[in-house]
């Protein structure tokens, strides 16, 4: 069935460290894929997203990269702040274009001052 | 308005009583997302509405969930018989896709509480 999922469910870094989240999907007809922030006791918000017709995108201090053919796509963020202390959640469309978005479990990542 | 809205914020109930909760897309959005999330926890599909089509209702719990979402813009979920383990954060998102998907607005969520 539609599944994605999401590695790892926490995450803890030093600020000025990187941090990487994986997440794999299951629907080769899925062609968008967002990520979201949701700090606590708040809405999900997005943050980037990335369509299949691309392999990698960039803004600022995050980067998203896309591997159609495994199936794979990651979120990069580089020089951490305490203030990217949030969960994130990938997503994908299902059934390809105008597809419903079914959500990964989320990783809590921590940046420590 | 401006964003997605959804109502009632917060919602006490009784065990086995109805709850209809309720979620105003951003206008002109043709598709419409419920959610369920439990403390902590990720985001569970519940359903998805996209224009005219037929709802993808594969994402509910249980006979006791359903949906309407009437001309196109307003929803409702209503929770019948509520048990327990229904107590969360119920979360509507909506988007403009046409053609492809877009970026999807989250409302600030109904926290429903059964007791």
């Known amino acids: 069935g539609e599944n994605v999922e999401q590695h790892p469910s926490t995450l803890s870094v030093q600020e000025g460290d990187s941090a990487v989240i994986k997440c794999t999907y299951s629907?080769?007809?899925?062609?968008?894929f967002p990520w979201y922030k949701q700090e606590l006791g708040k809405r999900p918000q997005l943050i980037i997203d990335?369509?299949?017709?691309?392999g990698e995108k960039k803004d600022q201090r995050i980067a998203v990269t896309l591997n159609k053919t495994a199936k794979h796509f990651s979120l990069h963020i580089t020089e951490t702040q305490p203030e990217d202390s949030a969960v994130y959640f990938c997503?994908?469309?299902?059934?390809?274009?105008?597809?419903?978005?079914?959500f990964g479990k989320g990783t809590k990542l921590s940046v420590k001052p | 308005g401006a964003g997605v809205s959804q109502s009632p914020s917060n919602k006490v109930t009784e065990k086995g009583k109805d709850v209809e909760l309720r979620c105003d897309p951003i206008?002109?959005?043709?598709?419409l997302y419920w959610y369920r999330q439990s403390l902590g926890q990720g985001l569970e599909f519940l359903i998805y509405?996209?224009?005219?089509?037929?709802?993808?209702k594969s994402g509910l719990p249980s006979d006791r969930f359903s949906a309407e979402r009437t001309g196109g813009s307003v929803s409702t979920l209503t929770i019948q018989r509520t048990q327990q383990e229904d107590s969360a954060v119920y979360l509507c998102?909506?988007?403009?896709?046409?053609?492809?998907?877009?970026?999807?607005?989250f409302g600030q969520g109904t926290r429903l509480t059964v007791v």
């Open positions: 998102a909506s988007s403009s896709t046409t053609g492809t998907n877009t970026e999807a607005f």
């Open positions: 629907d080769s007809a899925s062609n968008y």
């Open positions: 990335i369509r299949s017709n691309v």
């Open positions: 997503a994908a469309n299902y059934g390809g274009s105008q597809g419903n978005l079914i």
């Open positions: 206008s002109g959005h043709t598709a």
């Open positions: 509405f996209q224009g005219n089509s037929a709802p993808d």
